[in-house]
């Protein structure tokens, strides 16, 4: 049976990979580790930090994939590059993510700064990036793990894998259900924060928002609040009503149901209050069979990894592995 250390959203931040690769004890110029484990990464390998570091990071991953020591699924941050990168038919000046809002620019700015080559380099390995990985004993996605929608999707694709331009344009089309799919499975769920408190919520980079991202991995909690990803709620403007969701009875409807672990990313887990140690936290971040290893390395946080080994049946909060906070290149991404 394999073992396997499963890597958090990279986002950029190479000196935080090496740190964590040594710690876990990866050596030589590509790296692989000695008792035949494998590195698997949750995707969101790019975007935040300088391009040259992306593009070494997705260079390193690729190079790791190639000689088995690695592993890779995609993240959002790739998809939405592919769909940046895609005409929405050929010869079209308009794509599949538009170029034309700011946001989308700005949040890809660095990667676009690369030259042509390099990044036809790395749209080439994102192809190759897996939507999800059944591994031995594990299971690994980026965002969530939704069985019926994982299904269809096969069907669809016919693997797991986004085969080229057409199965882009496809899941970049509002009105065709593989749109929905890859939506749920890399961004996961979403609940209307607008609609049920009359106003926005402020996420992490400090932007109006209506959407909240939903705990999906929760099965534990009966009011809506305690399954909502909202941020700082000192940064909610004033009369943001939080009693709404306080009060409203809830039911998670994607809850995860089965006896395999799932470790999956994305969601950007925050350091405790109170808590130096960056120690994951039960009701947030883990259960019995899903664990976030995301703890915000795009930003001030670390890389983290959690260690699966062959015959685990269940999440063990002592695998988590906390990388290395702040090395002085990645301390001003
Ligand atoms: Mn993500």
Same mark, same amino acid.
């Given at each position: 049976? @394999?073992?396997? =250390?499963?890597?958090?959203?990279?986002?950029? !931040?190479?000196?935080?990979?090496?740190?964590?690769?040594?710690?876990?004890?990866?050596?030589?110029?590509?790296?692989?580790?000695?008792?035949?484990? @494998?590195?698997?990464?949750?995707?969101?390998?790019?975007?935040?930090?300088?391009?040259?570091? @992306?593009?070494?990071?997705?260079?390193?991953?690729?190079?790791?994939?190639?000689?088995?020591?690695?592993?890779?699924?995609?993240?959002?941050?790739?998809?939405?590059?592919?769909?940046?990168?895609? +005409?929405?038919? =050929?010869?079209?000046?308009?794509?599949?993510?538009?170029?034309?809002?700011?946001?989308?620019?700005?949040?890809?700015?660095?990667?676009?700064?690369?030259?042509?080559?390099?990044?036809?380099?790395?749209?080439?390995?994102?192809?190759?990036?897996?939507?999800?990985?059944?591994?031995?004993?594990?299971?690994?996605?980026?965002?969530?793990?939704? @069985?019926?929608?994982?299904?269809?999707?096969?069907?669809?694709?016919?693997?797991?894998?986004?085969?080229? /331009?057409?199965?882009?344009?496809?899941? !970049?089309?509002?009105?065709?259900?593989?749109?929905?799919?890859?939506?749920?499975?890399?961004?996961? /769920?979403?609940?209307?924060?607008?609609?049920?408190?009359?106003?926005?919520?402020?996420?992490? =980079?400090?932007?109006?928002?209506?959407?909240?991202?939903?705990?999906?991995?929760?099965?534990?909690?009966?009011?809506?609040?305690?399954?909502?990803?909202?941020?700082?709620?000192?940064?909610?403007?004033?009369?943001?009503?939080?009693?709404?969701?306080?009060?409203?009875?809830?039911?998670? /409807?994607?809850?995860?149901?089965?006896?395999? +672990?799932?470790?999956?990313?994305?969601?950007?887990?925050?350091?405790?209050?109170?808590?130096?140690?960056?120690? +994951?936290?039960?009701?947030?971040?883990?259960?019995?069979?899903?664990?976030?290893? =995301?703890? !915000?390395?795009?930003?001030?946080?670390?890389?983290?990894?959690?260690?699966?080994?062959?015959?685990?049946?269940?999440?063990? +909060?002592?695998?988590?592995?906390?990388?290395?906070?702040?090395?002085?290149?990645?301390? !001003?991404?």
């Amino acid at each position: 049976m @394999q073992s396997y =250390d499963i890597i958090g959203d990279v986002h950029g !931040s190479l000196d935080k990979l090496t740190d964590l690769l040594h710690a876990l004890d990866y050596v030589g110029e590509i790296p692989s580790h000695r008792d035949g484990r @494998q590195a698997v990464f949750v995707g969101d390998l790019i975007d935040r930090g300088p391009g040259p570091a @992306q593009l070494a990071i997705v260079r390193l991953v690729k190079a790791m994939v190639a000689q088995g020591s690695a592993i890779a699924v995609m993240g959002n941050h790739e998809f939405n590059a592919l769909a940046f990168a895609t +005409p929405v038919h =050929d010869g079209s000046r308009h794509y599949c993510r538009s170029h034309l809002k700011p946001h989308n620019r700005e949040k890809h700015a660095e990667f676009l700064s690369l030259s042509d080559d390099e990044r036809e380099e790395c749209y080439q390995f994102f192809y190759t990036m897996p939507l999800w990985a059944e591994l031995d004993g594990v299971r690994v996605i980026h965002a969530c793990w939704h @069985q019926a929608t994982i299904g269809a999707v096969a069907q669809r694709l016919g693997g797991n894998t986004l085969r080229g /331009p057409d199965d882009i344009r496809a899941a !970049s089309n509002h009105v065709d259900p593989l749109f929905g799919d890859v939506e749920l499975l890399l961004k996961g /769920p979403e609940v209307h924060v607008r609609h049920l408190t009359g106003h926005p919520f402020i996420d992490k =980079d400090g932007t109006p928002r209506d959407n909240a991202r939903l705990r999906w991995w929760k099965s534990v909690g009966e009011r809506l609040i305690e399954f909502v990803e909202l941020g700082d709620p000192g940064k909610h403007p004033e009369g943001f009503d939080f009693t709404h969701l306080e009060n409203l009875p809830f039911t998670n /409807p994607l809850a995860y149901d089965s006896t395999i +672990p799932v470790v999956f990313g994305h969601y950007w887990r925050q350091r405790h209050h109170h808590d130096p140690s960056w120690a +994951p936290h039960l009701d947030d971040s883990y259960s019995d069979v899903t664990a976030c290893v =995301d703890f !915000s390395a795009g930003g001030n946080g670390p890389l983290v990894a959690y260690r699966f080994n062959a015959g685990d049946t269940r999440i063990l +909060p002592e695998n988590y592995v906390v990388g290395s906070l702040v090395t002085p290149s990645s301390a !001003s991404n």
